[in-house]
């Protein structure tokens, strides 16, 4: 085909205007709305794999978006009134369809292209050391709805030719999306739907990013693939086909992509989204250990963790961790994490791990050893007061200063000073060796999630 035709397309139609608002949406939500894409250890930019969840879990919006406007494209012909001239051309009526679709896919599909050129370089610049392709997969399938929704919406509009076709589109579009779309749930491990699984996954936008080391199972995208490939096909065809009869045929492979898509896709959510095993594999200094999506941390938390592990060894004896090592375990919202009894957990979702400088962190990872959360603490959720004020106590102790409240999380340093108080005072009164019973029989309660460390570091007694 001569390039003269495609670049005269693009010129005079919306494809370039659909993939520049697209485009400038997408950056726009990405840095002028907070969020949890713009923070702490699941900012878009941190981690491949977060930056192209992110960037697909935009499509709760670019989707309908990319629907609307192709209707509008495809609208043109019926616009400019020359319908009944082009079917008496002798060129066939696939080769535009072809050229009308193309155009616009290629504009959609380039701006979604530059959106991921620019969270690459981003995470490039913030020294992700961990590269890898696996995330690549994430956002084919996303370009592809993009192009295959436009299609579509493209092929509708050629069959119901009305001004009021590319509205309703993009709201049926965004309403179908909103009713599928993955939400995490506080009862399970993975994002859920209101739908069933499968049904679910149907919808091209993805979960809201809560674990960094998630990422895709191979079934989904080969299912999400099936499906937006029947989307497309169906969407050339109606742009083709003008007999009632051969529109309803226009509509079987949007029929049995979805069907074969329902075969694929995963009816359990924890067949959804696994973990990414090269991303979490361990890299270790001596006993501390991180995973390999982190390894670039493990520098300035190598020295601070041996540190913490020596005072930890002093103060516990025989029971005291021996390893720090970075959580890899999927949980719920607000489940209690794994409890190992010879490692420190390491979760960078904590900022009192996650965001501590070098010097505040050797005491924030002896906090967590001797005192382990049982309610963690991130963007999300706030853990507790006790717990906090637990570990400022039995921190205190160990380095022989007076307790200071747990700052930079959304625990509130008034509570905490309230509940440490006449704890330190009683605690500071007793013997050496009953405070260090103290400290033992808080961390055994800890560790065990059982009991409350700050009441048995207070004797048991009312607070």
């Known amino acids: 085909m001569n390039l003269r035709i495609p670049l005269i397309e693009l010129r005079r139609s919306v494809a370039p205007w659909a993939g520049a608002v697209v485009l400038v949406a997408a950056l726009a939500f990405l840095h002028l709305i907070p969020g949890a894409w713009a923070q702490d250890s699941t900012l878009w930019t941190a981690q491949w794999t977060s930056m192209a969840l992110w960037t697909r879990y935009l499509l709760v919006f670019l989707w309908p978006i990319a629907v609307g406007l192709g209707a509008l494209q495809g609208l ?71 192009a295959a929704g436009a299609a579509l919406g493209m092929g509708v509009a050629r069959t119901l030719p009305s001004v009021l076709t590319p509205p309703v589109l993009a709201l049926s579009a965004f309403l179908f999306v909103n009713f599928l779309r993955q939400v995490q749930s506080s009862d399970h491990v993975l994002p859920t739907s209101a739908a069933p699984n499968a049904l679910s996954l149907l919808s091209p936008p993805v979960a809201d990013v809560r674990d960094t080391l998630l990422t895709l199972s191979f079934p989904v995208h080969l299912g999400q693939t099936l499906w937006l490939l029947g989307m497309a096909a169906t969407g050339l065809a109606l742009l083709t086909v003008t007999r009632p009869r051969a529109r309803l045929l226009a509509l079987t492979p949007l029929l049995a992509g979805g069907a074969l898509a329902l075969l694929v896709l995963p009816a359990d959510p924890r067949d959804t989204y696994v973990v990414d095993r090269a991303a979490a594999a361990q890299v270790c200094d001596g006993p501390v250990c991180v995973t390999a999506a982190r390894q670039a941390r493990l520098g300035t938390l190598a020295g601070p963790g041996k540190e913490a592990l020596r005072l930890l060894r002093g103060s516990l004896g025989d029971r005291a961790p021996v390893a720090l090592r970075e959580t890899t375990v999927p949980r719920a919202i607000s489940g209690t994490p794994e409890r190992p009894r010879d490692s420190v957990l390491l979760d960078f979702s904590d900022r009192m791990i996650g965001q501590t400088e070098s010097g505040r962190l050797t005491r924030a990872l002896v906090g967590q050893g001797l005192v382990p959360l049982c309610r963690p603490r991130s963007t999300i959720e706030s853990g507790t007061h006790e717990e906090a004020a637990a570990q400022a106590v039995a921190t205190a102790w160990v380095f022989g200063e007076e307790p200071r409240p747990i700052e930079g999380t959304m625990l509130s340093t008034t509570d905490q000073e309230d509940l440490i108080r006449p704890v330190w005072k009683r605690f500071a009164a007793l013997p050496r060796d009953e405070q260090r019973e103290r400290i033992g029989a808080a961390h055994a309660a800890a560790v065990a999630c059982s009991g409350d460390p700050l009441a048995l570091l207070n004797g048991g007694g009312t607070r």
């Open 76 to 146: 043109r012909d019926h616009r400019s009134a020359m319908a009944e001239l082009l079917t008496s051309t002798p060129r066939p009526a696939r080769h535009r369809a072809v050229l009308l679709a193309g155009t616009t896919a290629f504009a959609l599909v380039s701006a979604f292209t530059l959106l991921v050129l620019v969270g690459a370089v981003r995470v490039l610049a913030g020294g992700a050391s961990f590269t890898h392709l696996g995330w690549l997969p994430i956002s084919l399938v996303a370009a592809l709805a993009l």
